[in-house]
């Protein structure tokens, strides 16, 4: 009988006609398709393409008895109930490292944006409020020679500390405590070079930092890893940066923080309520906002289009994924 893939979304350069002659193709009538019509479809799927706003849990499960992967259109996976889906032989992937670079990209673009003022610049001069130049018109804060502080210092992570050295920024890092304790037992990380990015507690990494940018998962660990406590941490010079994901930073916390110029400015994609923005926060000026699309170049979101399209389809052909979340339902 023909398998049946579930799109979630209809995705850039339409991979799924490779595969459409060997597999049936459910397809949202618009771009996207709404929670309640993708649960309903997935009674018939042996593989749904799921996008991360989209929800995948026990719920979904229930209704899907044929259901044998998730693919999911983002690396990362906190939509999906990953725990139910290896109980259950449910295998999960994702697509990582072909969206590192172009994320990166789009975080230090809110960090100049935000440390440069672009946004209120931009606004200034489309206003025709630019009467000539001044001493102290739009004011802001270098990068250059400056301490960058990455919370997660995974793919995306890494990439941002590959972008920090043409600046010559001194990089900090702060990784899982367990991470922190496995560099601890093998002595203090050396430093190859007085560059090389340097393992911090997250407390040092915050109180150091000129920037901080993070790039951890959403998990029960990291959900408000950084709320009042931590951005008294920070210098109120400091700029903060969120392309992780919103419910890492305690947003109310946050604004608190921005509107007592507790800290000097943010760069936000994500948001704690997606994709409500609360209006105290879009009512600040040192702010540069984004409609989460840190993956949202036009060869990255091909590219992430043919890696899950694939991944469901190697999973249906009995193949191994390249790229499982939850290596051990492969086994079951
Ligand atoms: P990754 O390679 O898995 O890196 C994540 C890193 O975070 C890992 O090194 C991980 O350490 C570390 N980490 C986990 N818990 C932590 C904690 N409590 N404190 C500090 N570090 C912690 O993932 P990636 O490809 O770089 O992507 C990172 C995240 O970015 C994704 O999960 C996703 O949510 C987000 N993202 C957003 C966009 C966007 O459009 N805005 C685009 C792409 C990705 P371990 O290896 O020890 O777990």
């Not at 406590?229 to 210098?235: G, I, N």
């Not at 923005?277 to 989460?292: E, G, S």
Request: some cysteine.
């Amino acid at each position: 009988m023909t398998q049946t893939i579930l799109l979630g979304a209809r995705l850039p350069g339409a991979p799924h006609r490779i595969i459409e002659d060997r597999y049936r193709i459910l397809l949202p009538d618009g771009d996207i398709m709404p929670q309640d019509e993708l649960d309903e479809h997935l009674q018939e799927a042996d593989a749904v393409v799921a996008l991360l706003s989209q929800k995948v849990g026990a719920a979904q499960f229930e209704r899907a008895p044929n259901l044998k992967v998730v693919s999911n259109y983002a690396v990362g996976y906190d939509n999906i109930d990953v725990d139910e889906a290896t109980r259950r032989g449910i295998v999960v992937t994702n697509t990582p490292d072909v969206l590192t670079e172009t994320t990166a990209d789009l975080a230090w673009s809110l960090m100049m944006a935000a440390a440069r003022r672009i946004v209120e610049s931009d606004r200034f001069v489309r206003e025709k409020r630019f009467t000539g130049w001044q001493p102290s018109l739009m004011l802001g804060l270098d990068l250059f020679g400056k301490t960058l502080g990455i919370v997660g210092f995974g793919r995306i992570g890494r990439a941002m500390a590959r972008r920090a050295a043409g600046f010559d920024m001194t990089v900090l890092y702060a990784a899982r405590s367990s991470a922190h304790d496995d560099a601890a037992a093998d002595g203090e990380p050396r430093l190859v070079a007085n560059r090389d990015p340097r393992l911090v507690s997250l407390d040092s990494l915050l109180r150091e930092s000129d920037f901080v940018s993070l790039h951890c998962p959403l998990t029960p660990a990291t959900r408000h890893l950084i709320g009042a406590e931590q951005l008294r941490l920070m210098k109120d010079s400091a700029v903060l940066v969120n392309t992780a994901r919103g419910p890492v930073i305690d947003e109310t916390a946050l604004i608190d923080a921005l509107e007592n110029h507790a800290i000097a400015a943010a760069g936000l994609d994500v948001y704690e309520q997606e994709p409500l923005v609360p209006d105290r926060l879009l009512a600040l000026d040192n702010v540069v906002f984004a409609p989460h699309i840190g993956s949202a170049s036009h060869d990255t979101r091909r590219a992430m289009a043919r890696m899950a399209v694939d991944a469901a389809e190697q999973v249906l052909s009995g193949r191994t994924p390249d790229h499982p979340v939850n290596p051990s339902a492969l086994k079951k």
